[in-house]
């Protein structure tokens, strides 16, 4: 869709990434424009998930599920209120679709819409008029909504980080959850967040990624950070994968076997499964490929741009909080002392960083005996200590 702007979308780049205004693109085509509709594009569905305006996996279809968002046109010298309709269609899947009131008085087809969010309303820019490009660029009025989108985005952050030294002032927290998950599902609870299986940021627009720095008095083990998980776009499924590659083995602790596969892909060499990554330069695509003997053969692929999708997801902005724990009665507490901030991650390193071995993949999943099947989803990884390769030196906070 964006190929077809009138306007070229990469001079206005530069200007949102500084504010650091989360943003999505829009170009109505000429037959949505007549016909007054336009796809929710998977950015448009991840502005308005991350900044919790509308979950479009959670709506029914049909127009008795269609939800109203108040919006604005954003002129050179004034704003115009409208209203978005965001609904999912009885036909053709459901597939999510998005449409503003009276757009037609405001743009033409292919013009290069940009919309942000502010305090649960949507602001629509037309890129592509040039009063309104001279409004932003020469800090109007224009310029202005976007300043004070930012202001929000930072405000968000401030509120965060408040909420992490009262925390950090009650002392020691008991764990909610036994094991490695505790310390992360204790300072959710702490903050009021349902646990939930969504890929969405877990605070305003915010990620956190939680763990320990020490446990019981001693200095814990440096593991590897999940960056986000994302099963293959083709070739074989995650079940596949183990079907065909995996090995029977009995997990220490227990009796019973099970196929499963348990391990690191990396570009540099095969693992213990004869599976390595592969990086298509070309083809812009991370594949995962078999070895056997000095035979490659094709197993499946991410597309790039899909991870790096998923990695602005995810990671747009992220706390990572570091935790002391200790054991009492054979339970385990924390006390939430250190986080570091980041932002704006670096989506042009992602592949430099896979074929250079800094971020690796881990399957992890398993058929029981009984041919249950469960995973931990296909996770991208990567070193605390190279973090700052991907997004940037941190600001840290000693709570």
């Known amino acids: 869709m964006l190929s077809m702007s009138d306007t070229d979308l990469t001079q206005f780049l530069p200007l949102f990434a500084d504010t650091g205004v989360p943003v999505a693109f829009l170009v109505p085509t000429p037959t949505g424009y007549e016909k007054s509709i336009m796809d929710a594009t998977a950015p448009v569905r991840e502005l308005l998930l991350n900044t919790g305006i509308h979950n479009y996996e959670a709506q029914l279809q049909g127009p008795a599920h269609k939800r109203i968002v108040p919006t604005y046109f954003v002129g050179a010298h004034g704003c115009t209120e409208t209203a978005a309709s965001l609904y999912r269609p009885v036909t053709k899947k459901g597939d999510p679709r998005i449409w503003f009131s009276n757009l037609k008085r405001y743009c033409r087809p292919c013009n290069l819409l940009a919309i942000i ?36 985005e930072r405000t968000a952050a401030d509120e965060l980080l408040r909420k992490l030294r009262a925390i950090h002032a009650q002392g020691f927290l008991p764990s909610v959850t036994p094991g490695d998950p505790g310390v992360g599902d204790t300072l959710e609870h702490a903050l009021g967040i349902r646990r939930n299986n969504s890929k969405a940021p877990d605070y305003h627009g915010i990620e956190l990624k939680t763990s320990r720095l020490t446990r019981d008095g001693r200095a814990r083990q440096i593991t590897r950070s999940t960056l986000f998980t994302k099963v293959p776009d083709e070739g074989l499924t995650y079940r596949e994968i183990v079907q065909t590659y995996g090995k029977w083995q009995t997990p220490r602790g227990e009796e019973a076997e099970r196929l499963q596969l348990y391990e690191t892909l990396r570009c540099s060499r095969p693992n213990a499964y004869d599976l390595m990554l592969h990086m298509d330069a070309n083809g812009d695509r991370l594949d995962i490929l078999h070895q056997n003997g000095g035979r490659r053969s094709f197993v499946s692929a991410w597309q790039m741009k899909n991870l790096r999708a998923a990695l602005l997801t995810k990671h747009r902005e992220t706390f990572w909080v570091k935790a002391v724990a200790e054991t009492r009665s054979g339970i385990e507490y924390f006390r939430y002392d250190r986080v570091l901030h980041t932002k704006n991650p670096n989506v042009s390193l992602l592949a430099p960083l896979i074929e250079s071995d800094k971020i690796t993949v881990d399957l992890a999943a398993h058929f029981d005996s009984r041919g249950k099947w469960r995973d931990h989803g296909m996770l991208f990884k990567m070193l605390p200590g190279d973090l700052p390769l991907l997004l940037g030196e941190p600001k840290e906070y000693i709570l």
Do not use: C, K, W
């Open 117 to 152: 969010a502010i305090g649960g309303e949507l602001y629509v820019f037309n890129l592509s008029d040039p009063l309104l490009v001279h409004s932003l660029t020469h800090r109007g009025l224009a310029y202005e909504i976007l300043q004070e989108a930012a202001h929000q």
